[in-house]
Every structure is written in structure tokens, then in C-alpha cells.
């Protein structure tokens, strides 16, 4: 995708209108640190770093604060316009927003960017080794002594702080001298044994530093200077965003990355190291720091708003490992901020390394409904809210949900901004069977242990921050209890890795869609756990929609309709969705009718379907809250069909809904081969899927006459020349072939036509002409039928050879074009 396909939501612009958040005014302190070996990118020129950014012309350090508070939250064409606050704004319907971002720094960390970063999330620890370029051993042992005998002193540094994998006395020790390539002096006597390891990569905390430096400088780090939160946004990269890139997607194997460049500094190691989620990339990307809730971010990360979520509102992250086996299925994917979904925006997942972050991850997810009613953006007011057994006593329920671009907003009488179905009961309350995620890739962990307890369902429509989410439809999801105060990390880990929310896939098979291409070709496709597997799961209404209008989850007797959908005078897409306990119908009365409009015609039938049920009390108490206003439908099974021989009858929507005592029109369209036989009659049936024995039938009998229509064609022969064909100069004294065109457009109506020209002959300059004869070709000359404004291209060439006399002025000569036909 690019930026040409965000749509804004129809009459408002949160980012630019001014708004005041009506509940929480978040104030941010962002502070910005670089590295001795690491500046901050945005000051180099223009597309010069080995990464290629950054993307813009430099700007100078002092200003780098500023500069990103700025390209954070303040609507410009380098952010298109779009900014955190704007984010929170339309997320929360007005009610959170970013107010004000103070900045401090620029300030120099004590230590280098690798010693943080390759001690950093998913690196510890690994059996190969953390890639730091001065770790290296003990050579004898050493007792009392504080110069150490090392194999290689050359990449540690004075003042540089140690550790040693056994030392007496413990602890990290600091370096006060390197005396030659085999010693270090330290700063205490200490004792260690021959063999011991010493790097300087490990025991370091980004963080704790960083805060140390913000608060030398200003004395309230403690406090945040006085905000709701700190930014810290460090020199360089987030590791999320380039290992894949600038790994296994620029290498073939990582013996294939070079030193210089892409490779440890110190020659004598590898030249890759360990990442979070695979065994390898290029160090120079693995260096690099993740970031994290802290809140910490480098500059090519767009996924501030995620970490706000985790920070603000103690939401866990809701994403898996799709690259190591057993493969686990993504949670929520592309729709939700809170897994890969703040990947999204222009150029996708692959596109997050540039600086600054204007496309991949620019433009992150909206927030689940499950998140929106647990932050307090919607309110339960505006949700249809109801337990599953208490519909085996209610009947089902239908509302009509409005877009979650939306949904935050006050809503109109009627109108709801989501669903939530609550797995009432004895515990325990998910009856689905158990399965084994680690062999059924698609396995949610439910069963007894799996703590799923709702189902949620929202309108997607890609508006707004939903512009970058591939598809509009009904998202349905399994969903775990959002429990009140610090949460996150809590959700458990049931699907193979911390989720609290599973997508239910309308399109459930592997998409078999490539991810990239090694160096040599080789295509890797997605794995089936890739967040964009569920790219297609989605639910439409409608019977051609390219998806499944009905979810079922026989287990928990319930039963998911995606009936019809419209969109709004304000241009705001809706659905009508139902849900259903297939156990009990309800205390209404139900029933059907069904009956052939007036004035139908050849095309197309059309049918009033009548509820003529009857609506009936029902206990207020059966749901979370008073749901009766949405107990009042009943849905219908529609089937069409066509007697005639040749003829056919199709519906646009296999489903419909009807209150109590009213009546929708449904439209079957008729259709019919050139050999149909003349007369035809179709049939509509209506089955209430809340009692199946409640059914009706209609027809609509058309019949097929023959008619005449028809028109003339006047005979028509036409050339039109387009405008005089002109050759380079001529050049006296050398060999050279030229050529020159002109279109030629042809009409005809004729049988055939030829299209032909006079011998050329040759061109002339006054008196004296041109050695060699003009040449004429056509890139069309015959048509064997009529042709409307047909081009065939005229092309001249002419010869000069290098011993022709030419005359100063002009050469050319007049030709005669003809478009015949010998069958008129």
C-alpha cells in the first residue's frame, strides 16, 4: 500500500481540528541519547548510513529532540498529517490524547550502542555467544593482581565496566588502563582463574543509564519532568526493524556476511550473532536495541503508539514467533494494534527500517474492541452485551454495528459499536475441546485451561487508521476476561506465547503467499504462523462476498450471522450481525411469510418477507445488561431457484432480518442463456433459522417474447494522418540511417481495407535530391473487418551515406496515402 490509500473518516480529523481530550491529557518528556559509535541518524546526509537513510536532509544534533517531538505529534507533510495524538484521539473517540511532548537532550551514553544492544531481548544467554566484540578469556590465572593477562585487550576501552564469569572479589569491574594487546588494568585487585570469560557486553542497562544522564541534567527523571510519561529515544535502530531485512533477506547464510560493513568489528569473530526470534543476522543489525514499554524506541521505529498502549494502560503484547517450530498461529495479526498490526501502514512489514519512520509501522492498528471497552473508549452502554446461555431463554439478538473507526463516539438510538458474548455457565466455561498447540498450528489452547471467556464481534472499514488493515468485514474474535488494574503479562501464555485475544479465521487454510526471496531467488514463503495469514479473516455478508457470512462454534452452541451491511449518510460502513444459541429459540412467537412485489421485472423479482412472529417479555436479567430493544428479529435462510430450462435465479444475500411485524424487500436477480426456453417461473423460500419448521414460499412467473431492434451503419472509410514526420538533421560526411513517424488512425466499415502510398521516391532540396529513395513502412497496413480508430504507426527511414552531397535547407517530399476496400 502507499499513502494514496488512506481515507480519512468522514467529518473529522482528530490530528488537525483541535480538539481537547474530554477524560486523560497525556504529556510526554521525550529525551534523546547517541552513542560514542552510534550518531543519531537523522544527522547524517542524506541516504548515507549502510542502512540507506536517512531519507531526508540532516538535521543537526542540538535539534534532534525537537525534530522528533515534532515528526511525533505535530501534523506536517513529512508525517502526512498524522500524529500520536491523532491516533489516540480517534482510537478513544475524543477522550485520550497526547497534549503536549517536552524534550530534553541531546545526551552522549556512557557506553557504546553494542554493549546495550547485543545484551538485549532474545540475546542473552544464546549458546553462541552474544557477539561482543571484546569478549574474550582469562590467560593464566591471576591472583591479587590488578593487571590481567587477557588473549585480547584490543576492543575494551578506559573507564569500560566488565565482567568477569568468576572473580575475587565479585562484581563488575571498571578498566583504568590498557597497558598492550594482552593486558587490562582494572580498577581492584582481584583473583580469576585461567580460562575465565570477560566481556563488556553484559551487566549493561540502557535504561538505568540513560535515566541517570536525564537525571544528572535535570533532577526529576523520578517524576517524568513533570509528564505522564518519558520517551527515550536512542541513535539508531530498533532491532524489529532491520534484523530481518538486513539478515537472512540480504544474506543467503550468514557465513555469506561480510566483515566490513555488516560484520563484528573485531576480525576474530563471527560475523553474525543471535536475533530475538532466529538464530542469526548481520551483527551490525543485531547491535541494535529493541524497543520496549519503558518506553524506549529508535529512530526507525513507528510503533510508539504500541508501546504507549503497554505503558498507559498495562495491555500485554498479543503477538507469537512465526519463524521457529512448532509454528503457533498468530492471535490478532494486522487487526490490532497490540499484535503485528502495528506493523501496518505503506510498504508493510518489510519497509520499517527507514528513517524517519514514515511508511511500515506508520501507521499502526486500531485497537479490539476488547482493548476500546477495557480502556474506557467504548462504553457497555453502546455494546450489545449478552451471555450465551441467557440467549437459549431470549432469543437470539441482532444489532446493527457501526465501524470501529467509529465506535468510540457517541452512537445513535440503535446503533452499537460492537458485540460481546459472554461464555456464561460452570466452569468451565469454554466448552471447545481441547487441542495441542504444539501440533496443531491452528490450535487456540482452548479447552478447560484455555481462560477464554467472550466473544467480540466489530465492523472493520478501512478508514482512518483502519486505511492500512487489508480488508472491510465483521471481525470476530475469542477473547480472554480484561481484568481491572495492571494486567499485562497476565493474559497467559495458552496459545504458545502471551495472548489474550484469537481472531476466528474466516479463511483458516494457509494463504501460500511468499514472504521474500533469498539473494539467490529462492522464494520463502510465509510461514503459517505469519501475522498476515489472517489478512483474508474477515467476515462479509452476501453469497459472492469472496468469504463466509456465518460462524459456528458448535461446542459452545452458538452461532454468528453476518447479515447485511450499508453504509451511512456520513459514508460510515455498518453491519447487522446476529447471535444465536442454537439450544433455545426464545419465548417469541416465530414465523414467516412471503410474497411477490408489483411491478417485477424481466430481470429481477422481487419479494416482501414478513415477520409475522410476535415479540415476548423476556428476563432483563438473562444478559449483562438490559438487551430486550435487541431481541425483537428473527433471521431468515433464504433459497432461490428457477424452473425455466436456461434460466437461472440468484440471491445477493442468502440471509435477511425483520422485526416483529415487519417487512424487507428481497431481490432475486434472473438471468437467462440466448436459448432459454420463453417461459420461466422462480421461487423464493424463506426457513427462520430460530425455528426451522417456520417456512415460506413465493413465485414470480415471467415469460420470454421475442422483439426487434436494430439500427444502420452508414459506409465509412477514413484516414487520418497525424502531423508532418520530421528526421534528425542530416550530418554531411557520415553513414547513418534515420527515421522518423507519424500515426495513421483508420476507421472502416468495410469487409476489408488496405492501406498503401505512392512511391515515395526521394526527397529533394530545391534542385537537388537525395541519392538514396525514401522508404515507407507500416506497422498495420490490412484489416480483414471493420475497425473503429485503429492506430498503425508510419515509419520513414532514409539512408545518407557518408560520401552524399547534401544542400543546405530543408529536404522533403509530398505523399499520397490511400485506405481502399474491395468489399465495401
Not at 498450528?441 to 482452548?446: A, E, H, K
Not at 533469498?518 to 483474508?536: E, S
Not at 474477515?538 to 459456528?552: D, I, P, R
Not at 432483563?620 to 445488561?625: G, K, N
Request: with cysteine; proline share 6%; net charge negative.
Amino acid at each position: 500500500m502507499t499513502f494514496d490509500d488512506f481515507k480519512p473518516i468522514p467529518g473529522v480529523d482528530w490530528a488537525t481540528n483541535g480538539a481537547v481530550p474530554t477524560s486523560k491529557k497525556v504529556t510526554i518528556s521525550l529525551v534523546a541519547f547517541d552513542f560514542d559509535d552510534q550518531p543519531f541518524v537523522i544527522t547524517q546526509p542524506k541516504k548515507s548510513d549502510p542502512f540507506g537513510n536517512p531519507q531526508i536532509d540532516p538535521v543537526p544534533r542540538a535539534d534532534v529532540p525537537k525534530f522528533y517531538a515534532d515528526f511525533y505529534n505535530k501534523p506536517s507533510a513529512l508525517n502526512h498529517g498524522h500524529t500520536i495524538n491523532g491516533y489516540w484521539m480517534e482510537q478513544s473517540g475524543g477522550k485520550v490524547g497526547i497534549t503536549d511532548i517536552k524534550t530534553y537532550g541531546p545526551y552522549r551514553m556512557p557506553k557504546k550502542l553494542y554493549q546495550y544492544g547485543v545484551n538485549d531481548i532474545g540475546q542473552q544467554g544464546k549458546p553462541t555467544g552474544n557477539g561482543c566484540p571484546a569478549a574474550t578469556t582469562v590467560t593464566g590465572a591471576q591472583t591479587a593482581t590488578q593487571t590481567i593477562t587477557v588473549d585480547d585487550s584490543a576492543f575494551f576501552y578506559v573507564g569500560d565496566v566488565i565482567t568477569f564469569s568468576a572473580v575475587t572479589p565479585s562484581g563488575t569491574k571498571t578498566v583504568t588502563a590498557i597497558p598492550d594487546a594482552t593486558h587490562i588494568t582494572v580498577s581492584v585487585p582481584i583473583t580469576v582463574a585461567n580460562g575465565a570469560t570477560v566481556q563488556d557486553c553484559v551487566n549493561t542497562n540502557f535504561n538505568t543509564d540513560a535515566n541517570a544522564l536525564w537525571n544528572a541534567d535535570t533532577g526529576c527523571a523520578a517524576t517524568n519532568c513533570g509528564s505522564t510519561i518519558h520517551l527515550f529515544v536512542y541513535a539508531g535502530y530498533d532491532e524489529t526493524s532491520v534484523w530481518q531485512e538486513f539478515g537472512e533477506m540480504m544474506f543467503q547464510n550468514k557465513e555469506d556476511i561480510p566483515h566490513a560493513v555488516w560484520g563484528n568489528p573485531n576480525p576474530k569473530k563471527p560475523n553474525w550473532v543471535a536475533s530475538r526470534y532466529v538464530d542469526w543476522t548481520s551483527w551490525f543489525a543485531g547491535e541494535q536495541q529493541w524497543g520496549e514499554s519503558s518506553i524506549r524506541q529508535g529512530e526507525s521505529s513507528g510503533t510508539i503508539t504500541h508501546e504507549i498502549s503497554h505503558n498507559i494502560f498495562s495491555v500485554g503484547d498479543n503477538n507469537n514467533n512465526p519463524y521457529v517450530t512448532p509454528y503457533h498461529r498468530v492471535g490478532s495479526g494486522t487487526w490490532d494494534m497490540m499484535d503485528r498490526g502495528s506493523f501496518n501502514g505503506p510498504g508493510g512489514p518489510h519497509n520499517r527500517w527507514e528513517v524517519p519512520a514514515q511508511y511500515g509501522a506508520s501507521m499502526g492498528a486500531e485497537h479490539t474492541l476488547r482493548s476500546k471497552v477495557g480502556m474506557g473508549f467504548v462504553p457497555n452502554s453502546q455494546v450489545l452485551r449478552v451471555n450465551r446461555n441467557g440467549l437459549a431463554q431470549s432469543g437470539l439478538a441482532v444489532a446493527d454495528v457501526v465501524a470501529r473507526a467509529v465506535n468510540a463516539e457517541p452512537q445513535a438510538t440503535g446503533i452499537r459499536s460492537g458485540i460481546q458474548v459472554f461464555l456464561d455457565g460452570s466452569a468451565p466455561v469454554d466448552k471447545e475441546p481441547t487441542c495441542d498447540i504444539n501440533t496443531n498450528p491452528t490450535c487456540d489452547g482452548g479447552g478447560p485451561s484455555g481462560q477464554w471467556t467472550n466473544y467480540s464481534l466489530e465492523t472493520v472499514q478501512r478508514v482512518g487508521y483502519g486505511s492500512f488493515e487489508p480488508d472491510n468485514g465483521v471481525l470476530i474474535a475469542k477473547n480472554k476476561a480484561w481484568a481491572s488494574g495492571a494486567t499485562r503479562g497476565t493474559e497467559g501464555s495458552q496459545c504458545g506465547y502471551n495472548c489474550f485475544t484469537w481472531v476466528e479465521d474466516a479463511h483458516p487454510e494457509d494463504m501460500n503467499q511468499v514472504d521474500y526471496y533469498k539473494p539467490d531467488g529462492t522464494p520463502v514463503m510465509r510461514t503459517v504462523a505469519d501475522y498476515r495469514q489472517l489478512n483474508d479473516a474477515l467476515f462479509h455478508a452476501g453469497t459472492n462476498s469472496g468469504s463466509s457470512a456465518e460462524y459456528v462454534d458448535a461446542a459452545n452452541n452458538l452461532h454468528f450471522y453476518v447479515i447485511d451491511k450499508y453504509t451511512d449518510a456520513r459514508g460510515i460502513l455498518h453491519y447487522h450481525v446476529g447471535v444465536q444459541n442454537t439450544t433455545g429459540a426464545g419465548p417469541q412467537k416465530r414465523g414467516v411469510s412471503v410474497a411477490t412485489e408489483a411491478g417485477d421485472a424481466l430481470n429481477t423479482c422481487t419479494f416482501k418477507l414478513t415477520n409475522t412472529g410476535a415479540a415476548a417479555t423476556t428476563d432483563p436479567a438473562l444478559h449483562p445488561q438490559d438487551e430486550t430493544a435487541s431481541l425483537n428479529n428473527d433471521i431468515y435462510r433464504l433459497s432461490a431457484s428457477a424452473s425455466g430450462q436456461g434460466w437461472s435465479a440468484d440471491l445477493r444475500n442468502a440471509l435477511a432480518t425483520a422485526k416483529f411485524g415487519e417487512s424487507i424487500d428481497v431481490p432475486v436477480y434472473v438471468s437467462h442463456a440466448s436459448a432459454a426456453e420463453p417461459g420461466n417461473t422462480v421461487t423464493l423460500t424463506a426457513t427462520s433459522v430460530s425455528d426451522p419448521s417456520k417456512t415460506a414460499t413465493a413465485t414470480c412467473a415471467q415469460a420470454q417474447t421475442g422483439g426487434t431492434v436494430g439500427g444502420s451503419v452508414p459506409a465509412t472509410l477514413s484516414l487520418t494522418l497525424g502531423g508532418p514526420a520530421a528526421f534528425a538533421p542530416f550530418q554531411p560526411g557520415v553513414d547513418k540511417d534515420y527515421a522518423a513517424s507519424t500515426p495513421a488512425t483508420v476507421t472502416s466499415t468495410a469487409g476489408d481495407a488496405t492501406l498503401s502510398v505512392s512511391d515515395p521516391g526521394h526527397l529533394t532540396n530545391g534542385a537537388f535530391s537525395l541519392p538514396e529513395a525514401l522508404r515507407v513502412e507500416f506497422s498495420k497496413s490490412t484489416w480483414s473487418g471493420p475497425a473503429s480508430n485503429d492506430l498503425s504507426t508510419i515509419t520513414f527511414r532514409q539512408h545518407i551515406g557518408a560520401t552524399d552531397a547534401l544542400r543546405t535547407g530543408a529536404y522533403s517530399k509530398t505523399l499520397t496515402f490511400t485506405l481502399s476496400t474491395t468489399t465495401p
